[in-house]
């Protein structure tokens, strides 16, 4: 026997519509307000982040690292061993960079991740960035923020739906933190955790992401990341220049990609009791390379992206760091080690951009007319475009660190080949060759 239709009086569903509509619209408004305090908890967190690392930076290395120094072997072998054991049986979900595994709160876990795991993440990945390991913050403080987001979510008991939501827009709060850069934070969340464009969160993902630049700038000042020199684009034939450099980039970021690939599962497929000293081998392998010269590959490495700009390095000097980057990010990421890959990209990109506007401004002096630091600042997006696989967000950051727009040209031109060409001979992404190798896909 069929249930009767319910008739509803055509008031009734008039009412019913506007108190549905209403406590809709208050919901969303209420979801915006949390955002603010996302951006504005998340940007404090970030605040204690970078202080932390510069911290134990300066205890552990020293103020100025410098080559032939004992302390640049001791400190990272020491601290990979301590780190080694805080993963293993304190924190087992700090391992790597966080972007996957926010990904995997997103689309598998309904947002939920411990707040054990932003703990975990500040405390070891500001001691591995400390002592050198050839890692960055930026992909910790992503992970930190959507922790911190879940957690007040969960707090304030929200609906699944509603606590799904927050992750990305405390990943954007704590991302736009670390790079000092809403813009590149926002399309970065959208491009590769999202993984879509949503109205619906738009909104609350870039009011996360000011709100917690504006608290940076108070504490720690409004400076960029790099000193930048006057930019511009002279000759349209240069664009052949920027052209090489894109794809060199691509290659580069295909090699980075394949050998964290190939590396990472036959390490983990190792006896667990080696896991306790892998990060302290690729320490030792850092250390070794800053000991005999290279002091500059260890850590996230800003100072030296921004001294790349200024023309304080020969070319084949930064052509060596560029290699010498790789392998030791390599090193410090398959082996569990926790730290991002942000930095290390961009650090990569831009000696790879230098080393090859300064070659060919000393082989081709009449085709290159740009200074040293508009390849620098390109490299940082071709291998932001073919190593995180981001192209909008390669764009945009570039032009928010410099804020000039009169490269935008090269920067499209070069990152749209490192694009293509990474994604022609590494079709998976470096975040999605992660996911399936931890088994979340």
């Known amino acids: 026997m069929s249930t009767p239709p319910i ?67 001791i400190a990272p072998v020491v601290v990979g061993l301590v780190v080694a054991i805080l993963v293993i049986h304190i924190f ?3 391992r ?41 913050p930026e992909d910790p403080s992503l992970q930190i923020g959507a922790t911190l987001a879940s957690a007040l979510g969960r707090r304030l008991h929200l609906s699944r739906e509603r606590l799904r939501l927050l992750a990305p827009v405390g990943a954007a709060a704590g ?31 870039v009011l996360s992401a000011i709100s917690s630049v504006v ?64 990060p302290a081998c690729a320490g030792l392998l850092i250390g070794l390379m800053g000991y005999f010269g290279a002091p500059q590959i260890m850590g996230a490495g800003y100072e030296y992206m921004d001294q790349a700009m200024h023309d304080q390095f020969t070319w084949q000097m930064l052509a060596a760091l560029a290699v010498l980057k790789i392998i030791a990010t390599t090193a410090s990421f398959v082996t569990g080690t926790p730290g991002g890959m942000f930095a290390p990209a ?31 600042l390109v490299g940082m997006g071709v291998l932001f475009a073919g190593f995180l696989r981001a192209p909008m967000t390669s764009v945009f950051m570039v032009l928010e660190v410099s804020g000039n727009y009169s490269i935008i040209v090269p920067v499209i031109v070069a990152n749209t080949l490192a694009y293509f060409i990474s994604r022609a001979l590494q079709p998976l992404p470096i975040f999605d060759l992660l996911t399936r190798q931890d088994g979340l896909v």
């Open 96 to 136: 790597g960079s966080g972007v996957n595994q926010t990904k995997a709160a997103l689309y598998i876990y309904n947002g939920y991740i411990p707040l054990k795991t932003a703990i975990g993440k500040f405390i070891t990945a500001a001691l591995s960035i400390g002592a050198g390991h050839s890692l960055g």
């Open 92 to 94: 087992p979900l700090v």
């Open 215 to 278: 608290v940076v700038r108070w504490f720690l000042g409004s400076e960029p990341l790099f000193r930048i020199p006057s930019l511009a684009l002279n000759r349209p034939a240069e664009l052949v220049a920027y052209g090489l450099l894109g794809i060199v980039g691509g290659l580069a970021a295909v090699m980075f990609s394949r050998s964290i690939g190939f590396l990472r599962p036959r390490l983990r497929a190792l006896p667990r009791w080696t896991q306790y000293f892998q």
């Open 346 to 376: 961009l650090f990569t990109g831009a000696m790879i951009g230098g080393a090859i506007g300064g070659a060919e401004r000393h082989f081709y002096p009449h085709l290159v007319t740009g200074s040293t630091a508009t390849y620098a």
């Open 7 to 73: 008739y509803v009086e055509p008031e009734e569903q008039e009412r019913r519509f506007s108190w549905f509509s209403f406590n809709s619209t208050r919901e969303e408004r209420i979801f915006l307000v949390l955002a603010v305090f996302i951006g504005i908890f998340s940007g404090l967190a970030v605040v204690c982040f970078r202080l932390a690392i510069d911290w134990s930076r300066i205890a552990l290395l020293g103020p100025l690292p410098e080559a032939h120094s004992l302390r640049l072997i």
């Open 175 to 205: 991302l736009a933190a670390a790079f000092n850069a809403p813009i590149s934070a926002v399309l970065f969340v959208i491009e590769e955790v999202i993984g879509r464009w949503s109205a619906g969160i738009l909104g609350s993902v």
